[in-house]
Structure formats: structure tokens, C-alpha cells
Nanobody, 123 residues
Framework: VQLQAFGGGLVQAGGSLRLSCTDS????????MGWFRQAPGREREFVAT????????DYADSVKGRFTISRDRAKNTVYLQMNRVKPEDTAVYYC?????????????????WGQGTQVTVSS
């Protein structure tokens, strides 16, 4: 598994952004995938996860109803659609592959991590 996240940038509060994460080695299709974020001075926190087949998703309470995680297994890509963003969503966003078919919110269950992409929300 080799993950690369991209799509970050500067967006105004209330706007939208879509992050993508591609597995260039195409070996994570049977793994759950997750998105995490880390703001300066804070610990890395869970954002969303999706099961191997896309049938099960889970979100942090702080993003529920605003963010949507999805995946295209044929393209080995996971997406995070971010709508109605807030300044507190500002962080480096990381994608990760879980060691199991169904993900969790715990960082320790994720084996592979991408390099992160910066998202900055201006007020």
C-alpha cells in the first residue's frame, strides 16, 4: 500500500472541498480506509472511515452531516467530500488504510498512512 492524499487548499467558511487519496500500489481494495486530521498543537483525530466495499461508514460527531467519505475500488481511490466547512476544520488531513476490512476511529488500527494534505478554512 502506498497512499497519496491531495486536494487540500484554502477555502472560505461555508464552502466545499473534496480530498482524494490514491493507493498507487493498488493493494488496499480489501482494507477499510480512513481519514484523520491534525491541527497545530493537537493530536491526530479521527474524521471518517469506510469499509472495504463501501457499505459501512462512520464519522466523527464534529463532521457528521457535513462530510462524506466514499471510495472507488476500481480506481483505488478514497474521497472525502467536505461541505459547509468551518474554521475549526483547518488541519492537515491524512488518509490511512486499516489492517481490517472494517475500520474504526482508533489510529492504532491503521497500518499505512499517506503524507497529508493541508486544508485551511478562512472565516
Amino acid at each position: 500500500v502506498q497512499l497519496q492524499a491531495f486536494g487540500g487548499g484554502l477555502v472560505q467558511a461555508g464552502g466545499s472541498l473534496r480530498l482524494s487519496c490514491t493507493d498507487s500500489r493498488r493493494t488496499s481494495s480489501n482494507n477499510a480506509m480512513g481519514w484523520f486530521r491534525q491541527a497545530p498543537g493537537r493530536e491526530r483525530e479521527f474524521v471518517a472511515t469506510i469499509s472495504w466495499n463501501g457499505g459501512t461508514t462512520d464519522y466523527a460527531d464534529s463532521v457528521k452531516g457535513r462530510f462524506t467519505i466514499s471510495r472507488d475500488r476500481a480506481k483505488n481511490t478514497v474521497y472525502l467530500q467536505m461541505n459547509r466547512v468551518k474554521p475549526e476544520d483547518t488541519a492537515v488531513y491524512y488518509c490511512a488504510a486499516n489492517r481490517a476490512a472494517y475500520g474504526s476511529s482508533r489510529t492504532t488500527t491503521y497500518t499505512y498512512w499517506g503524507q497529508g494534505t493541508q486544508v485551511t478554512v478562512s472565516s
